[in-house]
């Protein structure tokens, strides 16, 4: 054989055990789960401590988005193109990636099975599934978001380009923005869509012939009085009337209305109100297969149960989770995601090598609300909903500083620190930027 033929037939069969190996592999020592933004940052953690072989990563999608960009789609200022990478670049080369979701969890068994029926079974397990989006729940929601051009929503690629067209064929009357009555994540993006919304129509002169409506089931404007307090007057300024207590139920795009429910009222009152504009923040829940998986595995609305110090699974040691899919009682973010996904990764380590985990995830999660075109209110905060600010400003302020950070900064951190397992949260800078005086 010539000297090029041996050459050939050795990448021949390189290429072919590099391929097949994923497709026949059915063994790993750490199986992630999901790989958005927290299965990916752990997924680039731990292959880079096991090296290659060690680790899978099951994760369906094709595309990676960075949704906090989403909001910004929606009114205009970014692409929905912008703000997606193939998934196949995004995950880290050291994992081998299994494209077919996961179906069934059997952690009695530490293994998954995937859609097609083939198992993988693992030492470890990461769990990162995210939140399901639920458009089913709302009667008419589908429908009136394929026919009607003035629904929309930021919470699906497909809707959140389309929230913006809706914006310009707006011309005045009744416009309406929800917040559901379920878990949801960046719970502060129903709201930035509307403010953002709000000074789009003044510049195009049609705010003054519309009243705007936001009905949420939340019982204030935000989950800390510090920032709530500024929402309020933001709100009063320009001129948004805010139903508390409310839930959609229903859209009728053919009449242009929807049913809201009042959440407070004993006999399930329901009211009917007419639209013109509709942004609708759908309601949410864990993923199918947590909500199947077995009753030790989750809590009793579905999601993965872990220990919020630590993020190691209550019941099966072998198991952890973060991020949205996990019942981690903090505000739902890609910041949250940016805290925990170092501690979750410790307690791996630990774990593995036989200790008891010590991380003490202190609930770090933020919401940049945006409130214009050049202004945000950097909210940032722990588990007892107190304020933890990296900056020695006052955060509850909507600043321009803030917005170019959500816009600029905070997607190149995403992209080149989070995803490739290099970001482990803010704390080190709040504490510079404190002269270590912050928590
Ligand atoms: P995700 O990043 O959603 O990843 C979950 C992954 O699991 C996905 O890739 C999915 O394809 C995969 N998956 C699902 N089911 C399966 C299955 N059965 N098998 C295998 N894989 C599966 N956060 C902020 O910090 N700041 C913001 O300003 C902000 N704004 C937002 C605005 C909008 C409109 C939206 C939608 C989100 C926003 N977020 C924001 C929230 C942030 O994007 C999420 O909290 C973050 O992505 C959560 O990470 P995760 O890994 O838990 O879930």
Redesign the pocket.
């Known amino acids: 054989m010539t000297t090029s033929a041996r050459a050939l037939r050795t990448l021949v069969v390189q290429v072919t055990r590099k391929y097949s190996s994923t497709a026949d592999k059915v063994h790993y020592k750490v199986v992630v789960?999901?790989?958005?933004?927290?299965?990916c940052a752990v997924a680039a953690r731990v292959s880079r401590a096991l090296g290659p072989g060690n680790v899978a990563v099951?994760?369906?999608?094709k595309y990676?988005y960075y949704?906090?960009l989403?909001?910004l789609v929606g009114a205009g200022i970014k692409t929905v193109a912008q703000t997606a990478r193939p998934m196949k670049d995004v995950l880290p080369k050291k994992c081998d990636h299994h494209t077919e979701?996961?179906a069934e969890f059997d952690p009695e068994n530490n293994s998954v099975t995937l859609g097609n029926g083939k198992k993988l079974s693992y030492d470890y397990l990461v769990v990162?599934?995210?939140i399901q989006i639920d458009l089913n729940k709302v009667e008419g929601l589908i429908d009136a978001l394929d026919n009607d051009p003035l629904v929309g929503s930021?919470?699906l690629p497909d809707t959140a380009e389309k929230t913006f067209s809706a914006l310009q064929k707006f011309k005045g009357g009744d416009a309406v923005f929800t917040f559901p009555n379920t878990p949801i994540?960046?719970a502060g993006?129903p709201q930035k869509i509307m403010y953002l919304a709000d000074e789009f129509w003044r510049k195009q002169g049609v705010r003054d012939k519309a009243e705007i409506n936001y009905f949420t089931s939340l019982g204030k404007m935000f989950g800390v009085e510090k920032y709530a307090a500024s929402l309020r007057e933001i709100v009063k300024r320009k001129n948004i009337k805010v139903n508390f207590r409310t839930s959609l139920k229903a859209v009728d795009h053919i009449k242009k209305t929807v049913t809201i429910e009042l959440l407070d009222s004993e006999s399930g009152e329901v009211q009917t109100h007419d639209y013109d504009f509709l942004h609708v923040a759908p309601p949410m829940s864990a993923?199918d297969?947590l909500k199947n998986a077995p009753p030790t595995f989750v809590d009793s609305a579905g999601f993965l149960d872990v220990n919020q110090l630590t993020m190691q699974h209550k019941t099966y040691p072998n198991v952890f989770g973060?991020?949205?899919?996990s019942n981690i009682p903090t505000a739902?973010?890609?910041?949250a995601?940016g805290a925990q996904n170092k501690i979750l990764f410790n307690s791996l380590q630990q774990v593995m090598k036989g200790v008891t985990p010590n991380g003490q995830y202190d609930g770090y999660t933020?919401?940049?609300l945006v409130v214009s075109y050049h202004t945000c209110i950097m909210a940032e905060f722990d588990f007892s909903c107190e304020p933890l600010e990296t900056f020695p400003v006052n955060q509850a302020k909507a600043r321009r500083s803030m917005y170019y950070m959500?816009k600029n900064v905070f997607p190149e951190i995403y992209w080149n620190l989070l995803l490739k397992g290099h970001w482990s949260g803010n704390k080190v800078f709040r504490k510079a930027l404190h002269l270590g005086m912050s928590k």
Do not use: F, M
């Open positions: 789960a999901g790989g958005g933004a927290g299965g099951i994760e369906p999608a990676h949704q906090p989403w909001t979701a996961v990162a599934l995210g930021i919470y994540k960046c993006a993923p297969p973060l991020g949205d899919g739902k973010t890609a910041a995601v933020a919401c940049p959500k």
